[in-house]
Nanobody, 119 residues
Framework: VQLVESGGGLLQAGVSLRLSCVAS??????????LGWFRRGPGNNRHFVAA????????FYADSVKGRSSISRDNAKTAVYLQIDNLKFKDMGVYYC???????????WGQGTQVTVSS
């Protein structure tokens, strides 16, 4: 399984961030039913941001982005998108796309894409 993220970069606080991730390989397996996003911040811990169920579209969000973010997937269920509005300094970090069998447990990870927030 390969996951490739895109859409990071240097952004100003207050704008919207949109990330994309495309999964390939055995990603079509029904066992891996969740696509998620995580962020690794300055403390080097990886934090859950959002997830979506591939077969039903149920979504899950961390409190830090709830109400200003949206996760979605494509109809083929192999791509996942994350939008975070009103970008904040605390949103800065490396964002990882992940594929897993449970909403908070993931077996496959992308390489990550850096998001830097400036004033």
């Amino acid at each position: 399984v390969q996951l490739v993220e895109s859409g990071g970069g240097l952004l100003q606080a207050g704008v919207s961030l949109r990330l994309s991730c495309v999964a390939s390989g055995e990603s079509s397996s029904d066992y891996y039913n969740y696509l998620g996003w995580f962020r690794r911040g300055p403390g080097n811990n990886r934090h859950f941001v959002a997830a979506i169920r591939r077969d039903g579209g149920s979504t899950f969000y961390a409190d830090s982005v709830k109400g200003r973010s949206s996760i979605s997937r494509d109809n083929a269920k192999t791509a996942v998108y994350l939008q975070i509005d009103n970008l904040k300094f605390k949103d800065m970090g490396v964002y990882y796309c992940a594929l897993g069998s449970k909403p908070y447990e993931y077996e496959y990870w992308g390489q990550g894409t850096q998001v830097t927030v400036s004033s």
